[in-house]
């Protein structure tokens, strides 16, 4: 049968368009690669609960399709407590008030574009700098805080952006916070409750009449000729030749930076080969480890290194850890954040390693204060290793922003001669102003979907 739509991928953008375009009473098919739907957002049973090894969670309430799914719904939304409690690798409390204020202060700095810097590295030294000789001129001569504290900011930084290092960061940026509480959480639900309320599955729902899914269905082929008359073919790895009027493609640019010469036919024109080419792809990745139980001080944990002791650890492991939290899912597991290169690292070191240099290092810091029993579990995302993800979100870079329109650019759908849609694209990345968040994933597969509406007879 020939289909109205065919959506390949079914993250937040490819079920927003799907059941959107399903909704409006098209006949749709959405191909999957992997074996569950949402992408880089993955909800998993662990520990007492859930976990979430990808997005997990609400960056802002207005104006956003994942908030107003969830209130619509009557979902409870609970806001994450993000006081940080630091602690020393000699298992003392670090200045625990000094520390925040200073992480707030250049949290705050961000997204502020008025500045002469490229980096947001160089920005933020700089900013932090002026700010400690008005408020706090002593800690300006305390060389081993400061030089220990923008080490520890470099990490949380580049685990916001995932980048490898807050240097290639670019101050200037197209990205646009929402309005609203920044961190709410689906708790207990989990966010694959978002895709089963857009797929009207919540609860044991029937689904969309005029959706089809197929999952573990990668696709190999899109071939979308220029007559207006002629259909779009997919072709799948199983050999599988699919047709629709027109295809939106949501893919990742870390699977696109890695497929598009061989994807397309005809190839794509150069400005999308240069946008994919130019758009960065960075990488977060977790460890989460379960236990019999576990009773801690707070839910948000800094680790502060020396940096001698940094320079051990890389040397006798290449990663260490510099943060943990407990997981609003599942009140018996941590969860020890990774980016950058030391993201790619502990996809690759075995998880029995994993396990016990993490609760060494865990006990280090906080045993003299609680007790870590051993843990019962370990589960870890794979972002970059994943064929159909290669990495967690995109950013601005420095280099990047040489080219502000790139995201623009590789969002313009491919059209027929006769100037209709026939490839469109949307994803996380092409969420023009909210890139790098799954309600800006939501908006661009939204937004495809209204073009397909509004450019043809219904």
């Not at 909704?23 to 999957?32: D, P, S, Y």
């Not at 460890?287 to 006798?316: C, D, H, T, W, Y």
């Not at 690292?345 to 609680?370: D, H, I, Q, W, Y």
């Amino acid at each position: 049968m020939q289909y109205d739509t065919i959506v390949i991928g079914l993250g937040s953008s490819g079920v927003t368009a799907a059941s959107t375009l399903a909704k409006a009473g098209r006949k749709v098919l959405g191909l999957e690669a992997q074996g569950r739907i949402g992408g880089r957002v993955n909800t998993v049973p662990f520990g007492e609960g859930v976990v979430e090894l990808g997005a997990e969670v609400i960056n802002g309430q207005y104006p956003s399709r994942v908030y107003d799914t969830a209130i619509q719904n009557n979902i409870t939304l609970l806001s994450l407590d993000r006081t940080m409690y630091v602690y020393q690798s000699d298992g003392a409390r670090g200045n625990h008030e000094l520390v925040n204020e200073l992480i707030l202060y250049c949290m705050s700095l961000i997204e502020d574009t008025n500045t002469e810097e490229d980096s947001l590295g160089a920005y933020i030294t700089r900013k932090l700098k002026d700010h400690l000789k008005e408020t706090r001129p002593e800690l300006l001569k305390d060389k081993d805080f400061l030089e220990n504290f923008l080490s520890l900011m470099e990490l949380l930084v580049d685990d916001y952006k995932g980048a490898n290092s807050w240097n290639d960061i670019s101050t200037k940026t197209n990205y646009k916070s929402l309005e609203g509480e920044q961190f709410l959480s689906w708790h207990r639900y989990g966010y694959k409750t978002f895709f089963e309320l857009l797929l009207n599955t919540y609860q044991g729902g029937p689904g969309l009449a005029n959706l089809d899914i197929k999952l573990k269905t990668e696709v190999t082929k899109i071939v979308w000729p220029q007559q207006p008359s002629a259909p779009v073919e997919v072709t799948c790895r199983d050999g599988k030749v699919y047709r629709a009027n027109n295809v939106i493609v949501t893919v990742s640019v870390g699977v696109l930076k890695e497929r598009y010469s061989t994807l397309f036919d005809p190839p794509l024109p150069e400005e999308k080969v240069l946008a994919i080419q130019r758009l960065p792809m960075g990488l977060v990745n977790k460890v989460i480890l379960a236990f019999p139980k576990l009773k801690l001080p707070g839910s948000s944990f800094i680790f502060q290194f020396s940096k001698e002791e940094r320079n051990k650890m890389v040397k006798e492991n290449g990663w260490y850890i510099h943060s943990a939290t407990v997981p609003m899912g599942s009140s018996n597991t941590i969860t020890i954040w990774f980016s950058g290169e030391m993201a790619k690292l502990v996809e690759t070191v075995p998880a029995k390693v994993m396990k016990r240099k993490s609760v060494e290092l865990l006990r280090k810091f906080l045993g003299a204060n609680v007790t870590i029993p051993e843990p019962t579990g370990i589960i870890r995302s794979n972002w970059y290793s994943n064929p159909y993800t290669r990495g967690s979100y995109t950013f601005d870079s420095v280099s990047s922003m040489k080219y502000p329109n790139s995201r623009a650019d590789l969002a313009k759908p491919l059209l027929d001669s006769a100037g209709t849609p026939k490839v469109l694209f949307a994803g996380e990345a092409l969420g023009l102003t909210h890139f790098a968040a799954c309600h800006g994933a939501s908006e661009s597969g939204y937004r495809e979907a209204m073009r397909i509406l509004s450019s043809s007879k219904i």
